[in-house]
Nanobody, 126 residues
Framework: QVQLVESGGGLVQPGGSLRLSCAAS????????MGWFRQAPGKEREFVATIRWSGGDTIYADSVKGRFIIFRDSDKIAVYLQMNSLKPEDTAVYYCAKDRDPYSDFSRIPRDYDYWGQGTQVTVSS
């Protein structure tokens, strides 16, 4: 059974930082890209960042580019989202997800991901 478990969310002041973690278990993820998405109350789930299966390439939503960094460990069993210069509009539940297809190109579309974590709440407020 594939499992993705996020952690690291919490309450932070504007301008602060958080690091989210996503631990993967149940199968080998080294051949799959991983992504982070978020969903704010009353809004659709939106793309945040994704990292290619090889770990060398990444893409970001324009709203987080230059502030967030996605990376994965060398064993490719965990993926992280380092969030800096946080803004109130970053407040959301953050989800990690596994790409549906191995060795695939980047995707910003939720339906291209087949396994999701339970989400972790990030609240940016003074």
């Amino acid at each position: 059974q594939v499992q993705l478990v996020e952690s690291g969310g919490g309450l932070v002041q504007p301008g602060g930082s958080l690091r989210l973690s996503c631990a993967a278990s149940g199968r080998t993820f080294s051949s799959y890209g991983m992504g982070w998405f978020r969903q704010a109350p009353g809004k659709e789930r939106e793309f945040v960042a994704t990292i290619r299966w090889s770990g060398g390439d990444t893409i970001y939503a324009d709203s987080v580019k230059g502030r967030f960094i996605i990376f994965r460990d060398s064993d490719k069993i965990a993926v992280y989202l380092q969030m800096n210069s946080l803004k109130p509009e970053d407040t959301a539940v953050y989800y990690c997800a596994k790409d549906r297809d191995p060795y695939s190109d980047f995707s910003r579309i939720p339906r291209d991901y087949d396994y999701w974590g339970q989400g972790t709440q990030v609240t940016v407020s003074s």
